[in-house]
């Protein structure tokens, strides 16, 4: 996975980080009284169906600026497709209290729901391109409590640490840091729970990356008894049905837990040509999915999300800047093949 912050690249790759938080922190955001419509491209979507903020100062919405800037009307359109939806907003390792007020305060004046993704935990990404965290488990704690503090009382939804409970599973992380990181799972979920307005998701990976069987119990250890749920496909491209089938035999094994789906780039499958094992690095073909929304048409499925940010690098493969980055090229083409 990845966060542009923070870096990141994993099998099933996640997504961006908090670029444009240097500019919420300034005051420079123009998510205030007019609804992000300083930029037509990013415009708030309607609440009732899709109730979380649209950042007028993401990647997507720049590059729509610049084409619109330099005449090329076609890409600007293709570009919009993604900059008029709302996105994650990973948290990066710095300065995650300011970033945090910024991104829930900006959300909060425009009426909308802040979506932030967490993605720090000590021995990330076992070594591959996202790698990093937090250098240990007590600052890692204490940066979760910064990410609480600012997000204070105001409405967040939160996927907490793509792929982290996924790499205990799979034996990519060593075994000397199993405990920690199932103790730091658990530990965020009841730190972040304690905001009023808070909701939790804690990754559980993707349809094509372990079973239900070798999950369930996992998950429980990690505490999403105390989450509202967890997330499914996250910076991954299985399609919505599987995403939903897997999300349901999770869900049945952990309390009927509700879950929520990525469906940033899952609009044409996963990529299947080449080496299997790059297969989630910069897929070519691939397309964005359905539109962020919370009516899915099922009580379990609470919300279809783009938490991987679309048009962000997965890692310098296949052509690609390293992860996070804003990859335009890609970004085209999965506007392009958006059905």
């Known amino acids: 996975m990845y966060g542009s912050n923070s870096g990141r690249g994993l099998r099933v790759t996640a997504c961006a980080a908090a670029t444009g938080a240097a500019l919420l922190v300034a005051g420079c ?88 993704v967490l993605y720090n935990v000590p021995h990330r990404d076992c070594g591959q391109f996202s790698k990093g965290g937090a250098s240990d488990g007590n600052a890692y704690r204490e940066w979760v409590d910064k990410v609480a503090k600012g997000i204070g009382d105001r ?108 469906t940033s780039r899952n609009g044409n499958g996963p990529y299947t040509q080449g080496d299997p094992a790059e297969n989630w690095c910069n897929p070519p073909g691939r397309a964005l999915g359905e539109p962020p929304t919370t009516k899915t048409g099922d009580p379990l499925v609470k919300a279809y999300l783009w938490v991987k940010r679309p048009g962000e690098s997965d890692g310098d493969c296949k052509g690609g800047p390293k992860a996070g980055d804003w990859y335009p090229e890609y970004a085209l083409e999965l506007a392009r093949n958006a059905k």
Do not use: M
């Open 155 to 262: 409405r967040a939804t939160v996927v907490l640490e793509p792929d982290a409970l996924l790499h205990l599973v799979d034996g990519c992380t060593p075994q000397e840091f199993h405990e920690e990181r199932f103790d730091l799972l658990k530990g965020a979920i009841e730190r972040l729970k304690q905001q009023p307005a808070t909701t939790v998701y804690l990754d559980a990976g993707n349809a094509g990356w372990q079973s239900p069987d070798a999950l369930f119990e996992p998950l429980q250890r990690a505490g999403v008894d105390k989450a509202d749920g967890f997330s499914v496909n996250v910076s991954n491209f299985f399609p919505t049905d599987l995403s939903q089938e897997f999300g349901k035999k999770l869900s049945a094994k952990v309390g009927n837990k509700p879950f929520v789906i990525d």
């Open 29 to 116: 955001s123009s998510g205030g009284e007019d609804k992000g419509e300083k930029n037509p491209a990013t415009s708030q979507q309607p609440k009732a169906t899709d109730p979380y903020w649209v950042n007028p100062d993401g990647n997507a919405a720049k590059q729509v600026e610049d084409y619109t800037k330099d005449g090329d009307d076609k890409n600007a359109d293709l570009i919009k497709k993604i900059a008029s939806q709302p996105v994650g907003e990973w948290i990066g390792p710095d300065s995650p209290e300011e970033e945090a007020r910024g991104f829930t305060e900006a959300a909060a004046k425009a009426d909308r729901d802040a979506l932030l």
